[in-house]
C-alpha cells in the first residue's frame, strides 16, 4: 500500500523568510497529492492541491511542486507570516477522471512556527 | 454555507465503556469519511461512505468498532469496549464528485 514521508517535523523561520515542507510516496498509482493545515483544536483544511499531470501550482504565496519520477513533493510558502504558524499535512491517494478519491494517505505532520 | 459539525467535541471515558461519535456532513456532500487522528501524527481513514453504502472499511478495527449512515446523511462512529489506544481525535470529513474533502473540527476522545 501508500507510504508517505514527510519532513521535516518541525520547522521555525523568521517572518518573511521562505518555508519548504517536503513529501515522498511510494505507489505509482497516486495521483492527487493535496497540503492540509492544520491548527490548533481545528480540523484539517486543504489550501492547495496539485494532480500529477502537473509539475507545480501556485497560489498567491503558496507552492506545490511535484517530481513523479522521484515520486516526491513540496510545499513552498514564501514571505511567511506568524499566521501560517500551524501544523502542515501532506497526503497522497488516487483519483479517477470522474472525480472519485480513493484513500489519501496523510504524512505524520510539520510543525511550522513562524517568529516575528 | 456550513461546514461539516461533528459532536461532542470533547469526551472522556474509562477503558471498556462505550462511546459514539456523531457527524452531519455538508449539505449535499455524498461522501462521508471517518479519520482516527493520533497526536503526533495524520488522519488514518477508518471508513469512507458513498451515500449510505460503505465503500471501504478496511482499516476500522469491527471487533470494537462501528459506523452507519442510515439515511445518507448524518453519521455516527462507536466504539465498544473503549481501549487505552482509542484515544485520539475522531475527525469526520465530506465532499462532493470532483471537489476536495472538508474536515470537521473533530472530537477528542481520552480513554483512562
Known amino acids: 500500500g501508500e507510504n508517505v514521508e514527510q519532513h521535516p517535523s518541525t520547522l521555525s523561520v523568521q517572518e518573511g523568510d521562505s518555508a519548504v515542507i517536503k513529501c515522498t510516496y511510494s505507489?505509482?498509482?497516486?495521483?492527487?497529492f493535496p497540503w492540509y493545515k492544520q491548527e490548533l483544536g481545528k480540523g484539517p483544511q486543504l489550501i492547495i492541491d496539485i494532480r500529477s499531470n502537473v509539475g507545480e501550482k501556485k497560489d498567491q504565496r503558496i507552492a506545490v511542486t511535484l517530481n513523479k519520477t522521484a515520486k516526491h513533493f513540496s510545499l513552498h510558502i514564501t514571505e511567511t507570516q506568524p499566521e501560517d504558524s500551524a501544523v502542515y499535512f501532506c497526503?497522497?491517494?488516487?483519483?479517477?477522471?470522474?472525480?472519485?478519491?480513493?484513500?489519501?494517505?496523510f504524512g505524520k505532520g510539520t510543525k511550522l512556527s513562524v517568529k516575528p | 454555507e456550513a461546514g461539516v459539525a461533528q459532536s461532542p467535541r470533547y469526551k472522556i471515558i474509562e477503558k471498556r465503556q462505550s462511546v459514539a461519535f456523531w457527524c452531519n456532513p455538508i449539505?449535499?456532500?455524498?461522501?462521508l469519511y471517518w479519520y482516527q487522528q493520533i497526536l503526533g501524527q495524520g488522519p488514518k481513514l477508518l471508513i469512507q461512505f458513498q451515500n449510505n453504502g460503505v465503500v471501504d472499511d478496511s482499516q476500522l478495527p469491527k471487533d470494537r468498532f462501528s459506523a452507519e449512515r442510515l439515511k445518507g446523511v448524518d453519521s455516527t462512529l462507536k466504539i465498544q469496549p473503549a481501549k487505552l489506544e482509542d484515544s485520539a481525535v475522531y475527525l469526520c470529513?465530506?465532499?462532493?464528485?470532483?471537489?476536495?474533502?472538508?474536515f470537521g473540527p473533530g472530537t477528542r476522545l481520552t480513554v483512562l
Open positions: 449539505s449535499g456532500h455524498a461522501t
Open positions: 497526503a497522497a491517494g488516487p483519483m479517477n477522471y470522474g472525480g472519485s478519491q480513493g484513500n489519501l494517505i
Open positions: 470529513a465530506s465532499r462532493q464528485l470532483r471537489h476536495t474533502q472538508y
Open positions: 505507489d505509482s498509482a497516486s495521483n492527487y
